[in-house]
């Protein structure tokens, strides 16, 4: 059985067998330690970007006939979703938080 481990990286989730741990590197350690909120921003949009056109470039190949694995072209593609509605997610809160903080006033 598996296990979805998403506590260290929010766009790219990492699956781990159960009883074992990873530490995947997060996306403020790919800064060499830059806690730079527009970087972690960019990476993570940058990750999710990765993965659809990778998925993209899978589900081409599949329709030329180039490539005979529909599962790990299945895959990719699910890889791909669950880190857009992730991303999507993260930013609705953050949109939330900005407009909580709007309106305080001062």
Do not use: C, W
């Not at 699956?15 to 350690?29: F, I, R």
């Not at 998925?55 to 529909?70: E, K, N, S, W």
């Amino acid at each position: 059985m598996t296990a979805i481990n998403t506590s260290a990286s929010f766009y790219t989730p990492s699956v781990v067998q159960s009883g074992t741990t990873a530490t995947p590197a997060t996306s403020l350690e790919q800064n060499n330690g830059d806690s730079d909120f527009e970087s972690v921003l960019k990476n993570a949009v940058g990750g999710v970007e990765q993965l659809h056109s990778s998925a993209q470039q899978q589900v081409t190949q599949l329709a030329q006939g180039d490539r005979q694995d529909i599962h790990s072209v299945m895959i990719a593609v699910e890889k791909a979703d669950v880190a857009f509605q992730l991303m999507m997610q993260v930013r609705n809160k953050i949109v939330n938080a900005y407009q909580e903080v709007s309106k305080m006033q001062f």
